[in-house]
């Protein structure tokens, strides 16, 4: 009879869930309009990189360098005189300037080795790295050609074959949809559970709940399996209908085994909305303290930059959040196609966050309904 | 007054308030439909009828609170729906909303509410202090001047109402049912109080809504309305003559439509019968409950008989609920004892519940489901045999008359149907006991009667124990025996008639009254009666309020709302901290979350060639510090299973006979594979792994060709700008500053709005002089002061704890940042002139501010490499501005000459906001 009653509060969730339209539209808005236009806006690394260039050789050189910079990559490069480089640089409108030296050339012909400078805008991360490696590239091509044609060197044939493996294009839209698909999951678990018991203290109903022969742990469990379920069946649909379907991005893993994991994810991240919940005394307080826990969660779980670069502290620190491991779930059964012998050791830590928050939030919601 | 002449009579002057054809919708609701009434001045009206008849609507466009949808509304001589007239009669009026201090601020002390409204008003300080001052005397609040409005009583919060309505001397005094759920005593204060202030002013006139039909009677003319039209106008003697009735309860009935009427019968409860029995079903024994050091409730006893009903009168806040609370083991009690059929009460013990039903205070049930899937909700919940569960909802169905109802929401039903449905999923086990918290307050007196009716039959009929709570007087004299509690005890207990013959002249409320005043005068003699006399307010008249309600924009008037704004932030620290904290951890998080800087990369080697050259290519990449070796790469299936599980970033594969090949100058590739799971990640390795194997090459040629090749044909230098060393964190903590001192202070600038709305004290904004400006800007500026505070800290945070050098002037980012947080709180203003609620106000400003910051703003790529609709959100959007200059100031050295452009961008920004939000911003409700 137990588990009946959770049974039949856990449908009496759904059956609100489905009456509140706000809500329904903000789990269809989550898992698919969002993940595909996150997942289309993601640029490439280096996209319409603003470039300028200071040509004090006037060289044929100087011009094959110059127009060897075209659009995605770079801007088209802007041509400045020598005393507009660093004013333009300070005001942020350019992140690369080249300094093409008089005589380049002469000097290039005449074996002087003359240098090129490269100014590169260092507090812009994403793209002071990826850029000078392309500039310095390109400008390498260009020069070695320009020289083919006066001397032949014969470089050593030495090659290097580099493969991107899992996802050869290194496209960004296929990790940001995988990326968006977690943090809807995890956004949308914590939301629902935490408002709906909110919502229930708010309307008085939970009083009302009380004084019939319901347990809290009961009404906590029907809250984790209805709002858990519903969050599972958007995740299967986003990640077959739109993440696979409308995006084509290539899913190396089993989706069964992922799917399982994120109901043990589910598992631990309801129970962390409930947690929230009777921590926050109004919905603005659960909404203030929502965002103070979901961007480190969802910043530091090695979604959006590697967990190597992090500090060591915060490492492992985040062990203990179910976002980390989820994360790396995720990445494994999804992009490298991982099976259950890679991954065990993640289903294991979810199970023991998940259980560890379920019990946690169970004490809380106990002391919270006094 | 009772021989007040009607509205048409010749000798009266003309009328305060005249409607014509007034008509109000909410959505589908009809609250209002087509009145059309004359108000006569220098009256005490009084507006009767049951909850949402369309009292409240009515008297929020007389006030000037409510636009007007359709038909005219004239107010002292002129029309509402003209600004311009409302700005001028404000002042003239004063209005006090339905709801126990609903237009009061909690946090605030009494002194501090009526001094913002005396602000509000233009009152200088010596012209405020004086008012104040006697308004509190008079009132009887003056010993707790200092004490928060929100932990007064409901009659002291009542009072504290009146004084902020009367600060500024109205012509016009709109009370809406000021002394519902107030004790006897208060309420017979409340109305003496009325009357002092109308001999001295006569020629002010009240109008009151009311639910009491007693005070009601007492009133010069009363205008009856039921279901958004008026049903009959007149004094009290006219009503009761003109429906041939005794009392007003009658009379309204009487005046009823036909088909209301006819359900309704009299109540007749037949006595106890003696078989009933005297065995106890509730039992409370020095029953005590403290909240902190606050006692709820003090040593209550008392004993309750099976089959009887016992009713539990006092004010708000008495103890009542908390008692009840106890008694159904939603609290736990501090000390003595409760017992339910002779059982302790146990949270734990599930089979008392199943004897007990709890109907709460407020309308508890799910209003998502409909009234079938809550009754089966229920039935099943407490474990009714599955078999028996549609039999028991149809009996439930059927004795409640729910019939046609069965598939509504509760939400669309009026709240009488929705008592019945309460009480049908509060009997649907078939309980013992039925636990009622105020089961009738805000029904109509046709439907309290016939719930009444179901009481009795339950009681006589079923034996079923009912414990009830009640305002109403002739609810109270319908139980069998009743208690009247105030501040936590019981005073007295007994039947009805026993306690009216005990005290005062035979009437229950009379006896009440006297035992309250015999408590309050024992525990608190320092309080002096209220002996009003406010002669001396008429003297202080006429030069406060007037003159400043002409002016467009008065300093006094913003500071009020900083000053009230303020002090609300200082007596929330909950608020405060969260805000401040909250920005230094997510500080500390995106400095470290948002990192570029790739090192310590997994990569491992198969190396096929094992030779000296071999060796010393894996020794280059090793020795970098981006990447750490792991044990080599035994074979192919090694190489998959490791790449999968993620643990290597980097796989490099040297083909047998590569030193061979090398040293002869033939060609041989080199394998390298790249996990992609992570393309970010992905693209800088491939970029390290390319400039190391071309550092390589590079030595191999020195020492193939010797000299010649020392140098290149050319060399590139690299400078990196700004920040040489290349950390993530230099580039990162000071982007991460704008946005910071946009989400946080958007967010409460925002709330502060939506909460005076949810809350209901918009109401003040709505009808006093302050003008949409003054509000806006007098809410802000306590937030710009806060994100100010947070700027000096996250930047103190950035400098001290990340280590980023500033190398800028410091007094152009700081003017800058001022700049920038008043936009930052003006957006938040704006913002919240489309939300109604707080939590969808907290989404929706996260979602416009969160996304365009951080994705197009320049935290991670330049605004110029945007394309589209975000380079157009990058070039106006203020955070990008901000970006700049931060970024400029903070590691590029500039100054205000350099940063112009921005710092324009801002100022622009500012005024424009400011208007849009002024324009946005309603000065009445919907």
Not at chain 2, 560 to 577: G, M, N
């Amino acid at each position: 009879m137990r588990t009946g009653n959770i049974v039949q509060l856990g449908i009496k969730e759904l059956r609100g869930l489905f009456r509140d339209p706000m809500m329904l539209a903000l789990i269809v808005y989550a898992f698919t309009v969002s993940i595909y236009t996150a997942s289309r806006a993601q640029p490439e690394t280096l996209n319409q990189a603003a470039l300028a260039i200071v040509d004090e050789d006037r060289s044929p050189a100087a011009t094959r360098i110059i127009t060897a910079f075209k659009p995605p990559y770079f801007t088209v490069p802007r041509l400045i005189p020598q005393a507009e480089m660093m004013t333009r640089m300070d005001a942020g409108l350019d992140t690369f300037a080249i300094n093409i030296p008089p005589n380049f050339q002469r000097d290039l012909l005449a074996q002087r080795s003359p240098a090129i400078q490269l100014n590169v805008d260092a507090t812009r991360m994403s793209q002071a790295f990826t850029g000078s490696g392309y500039i310095q590239s390109i400008v390498g091509d260009e020069v070695g050609e320009f020289l083919s044609r006066y001397r032949s060197a014969a470089p050593l044939p030495i090659d290097l074959a580099l493969r991107a493996r899992f996802n050869p294009e290194l496209n960004k839209g296929w990790f940001g949809a995988i990326n968006n698909v977690i943090s809807s999951v995890t956004m949308l678990s914590i939301i629902l559970t935490g408002a709906a018991l909110i919502r229930e203290r708010e309307h008085g109903t939970i009083e009302h709940l009380l004084v019939m022969p319901v347990t809290p742990f009961e009404v906590m469990a029907s809250k984790i399996w209805s709002m858990g379920l519903v969050v599972l069946v958007a995740a299967s649909v986003s990640l077959v209908f739109v993440v696979q379907g409308l995006l084509a991005v290539r899913i190396g893993g089993s989706v069964p085994l992922f799917l399982f994991g994120t109901a043990l994810y589910l598992f631990a991240t309801t129970s962390m909305g409930i947690f929230l919940a009777t921590s926050a005394g109004t919905m603005p307080q659960f909404g203030l303290l929502l965002m103070l826990v979901l961007m480190p969660l969802q910043m530091l779980s090695g979604a959006t930059t590697p967990r190597e670069s992090m500090p060591d502290v915060i490492q492992t620190i985040m062990l203990a959040a179910p976002n980390t491991h989820f994360v790396i779930l995720a990445q494994a059964i999804l992009f490298r196609g991982a099976g259950l012998a890679v991954v065990w050791p993640q289903l294991a830590a979810l199970l023991a966050i998940g259980g560890a928050l379920f019990f946690l939030s169970l004490r809380r919601f106990r002391q919270f309904l006094r | 007054m009772s021989d007040a002449p009607g509205p048409s009579h010749p000798s009266v002057p003309a009328p305060v308030v005249r409607l014509e054809a007034v008509r109000l919708s909410y959505g589908a609701t009809r609250a209002l439909d087509g009145i059309t009434l004359d108000i006569p001045a220098s009256r005490m009206v009084g507006l009767i009828g049951p909850d949402g008849v369309g009292k409240s609507s009515l008297l929020s466009l007389i006030a000037g609170a409510r636009a007007i949808q359709d038909g005219h509304v004239h107010v002292l001589g002129g029309d509402m729906i003209d600004a311009a007239h409302r700005r001028r009669t404000c002042p003239q009026i004063a209005y006090m909303p339905q709801g126990l201090g609903k237009n009061l601020y909690p946090t605030l002390s009494v002194f501090e509410n009526v001094d913002f409204f005396g602000r509000l008003f233009g009152h200088d300080r010596h012209e405020r202090e004086e008012r104040i001052q006697q308004l509190l005397r008079d009132t009887g609040l003056a010993p707790f001047a200092d004490r928060p409005a929100g932990k007064l009583s409901g009659g002291m919060k009542q009072k504290l109402g009146l004084c902020c309505a009367l600060i500024h001397d109205p012509d016009l005094l709109i009370l809406d049912e000021p002394t519902t759920g107030v004790d006897p005593l208060s309420r017979r204060q409340f109305w003496e109080l009325i009357e002092t202030i109308r001999k001295d002013r006569p020629g002010m006139s009240v109008i009151v809504a009311t639910a009491y039909m007693e005070e009601a009677a007492r009133f010069d003319w009363l205008v009856a309305m039921d279901n958004g039209s008026v049903l009959a106008t007149g004094t009290p003697a006219e009503l009761l003559q003109q429906t041939g009735t005794g009392n007003l309860d009658a009379a309204f009935i009487a005046l009823l439509p036909e088909e209301q009427r006819r359900e309704h019968r009299e109540v007749v409860i037949p006595p106890r019968r003696s078989d009933q029995g005297d065995d106890v079903a509730i039992e409370a024994e020095g029953l005590t409950v403290k909240f902190g050091d606050f006692t709820a409730v003090d040593h209550v006893t008392f004993r309750i008989a099976r089959g009887e009903i016992f009713g539990f009168l006092g004010s708000n806040g008495c103890g009542k609920t908390t008692t009840m609370k106890v008694l159904t083991g939603l609290l736990p009690a501090s000390e003595g004892e409760a017992r339910l059929f002779g059982r302790e009460v146990d949270p734990n013990d599930m089979d008392i519940r199943r004897r007990v039903g709890y109907m709460s205070q407020a309308f508890s049930l799910y209003s998502e489901l409909t009234v079938r899937q809550n009754l089966e909700l229920h039935a099943r919940l407490f474990r009714l045999a599955p078999d028996t569960i549609d039999g028991r909802v149809r009996d439930m169905v059927e004795r409640f008359d729910l019939a046609n109802v069965i598939d509504a929401l509760p939400d669309a039903l009026p709240l009488g149907v929705r008592q019945r449905l309460s009480l049908a999923v509060a009997m649907i086990h078939a309980p013992d006991i039925l636990i009622l918290d105020e089961p009738t307050s805000g029904v109509d007196p046709v439907a309290r009667d016939s719930f009444w009716q179901t009481l009795s039959d339950l009681s006589r009929r079923d034996n079923v124990t009912i414990f009830v709570s009640t305002h109403f007087m002739n609810e109270a004299e319908r139980c069998d025996r009743i208690s009247l509690m105030h501040a936590g005890k019981v005073m007295i207990s007994g039947t009805p008639e026993q306690i009216a013959a005990r005290r005062g002249d035979g009437s229950l409320e009379e006896a009440f009254v006297a035992y309250l005043e015999d408590a309050i005068a024992a525990t608190d003699t320092a309080k002096t009666t209220a002996t009003p006399h406010i002669a001396t307010t008429a003297t202080v008249k006429t030069h406060g309020a007037t003159h400043a309600a002409s002016r467009f924009f008065d300093p006094r008037r913003m500071f009020a709302y900083t000053r009230r704004e303020a002090l609300e932030l200082k007596r929330d620290p909950i608020r405060a901290t969260l805000a401040i904290l909250g920005s230094l951890i997510l500080m500390f998080v995106m400095g470290y979350g948002i990192n570029m800087d790739v090192e310590d990369l997994s990569f491992a080697a198969m190396d096929r060639d094992d030779t000296t050259i071999s060796r010393d290519y894996v020794l280059q990449i090793a020795g970098s510090r981006y990447f750490t070796e792991l044990a080599p790469i035994t074979d192919y299936d090694d190489l998959d299973r490791r790449m999968r599980s993620g643990e290597l970033s980097l796989a490099i594969e040297l083909p047998p006979g590569f030193g061979r090949d090398v040293a002869r100058g033939s060609n041989v590739q080199i394998g390298a594979w790249v996990d992609g799971a992570m393309p970010s990640r992905a693209e800088t390795v491939r970029s390290y792994v390319q400039a190391m194997h071309a550092t390589w090459l590079a030595q191999r040629a020195r020492q193939l060709y010797g000299n010649t090749a020392t140098t290149g044909d050319y060399q590139i230098e690299v400078r990196f700008l700004y920040n040489p060393d290349i950390r993530s964190i230099v580039a990162m903590a000071p982007a991460v500053i704008p946005i910071l001192l946009l989400i946080i202070p958007a967010i409460l600038a925002t709330l502060s709005v939506v909460r005076e709305k949810e809350l209901g004290s918009i109401i003040n904004f709505y009808v006093t002089p302050v003008t949409r400006l003054e509000f806006l800007i007098g809410k802000q500026l306590p937030y710009v002061a806060l994100a100010m505070l947070n700027f000096f800290l996250l930047t103190a945070f950035a400098v001290f704890a990340f280590g980023v050098p500033f190398t800028g002037s410091f007094v152009a980012f700081t003017s800058a940042a001022l700049l920038y947080v008043i936009v930052t709180t003006a957006m938040g203003l704006v913002i919240s002139s489309f939300m109604a609620s707080q939590i969808a106000a907290i989404f929706a400003t996260t979602l416009l501010t969160m996304i365009p910051a951080t994705q197009y703003s320049g935290l991670v790529d330049p605004v110029s490499s945007l394309q589209g609709a975000g380079a157009v959100i990058g070039r106006i959007y203020p955070t990008a501005h901000f970006v700049t200059i931060t970024r400029g100031t903070f590691s590029k050295g500039l100054d205000f000459g350099d940063l112009s452009g921005p710092f324009l961008a801002l100022i622009v920004t500012i005024p424009v906001l400011l208007a849009l939000g002024v324009a946005l911003l309603k000065k009445q409700a919907n």
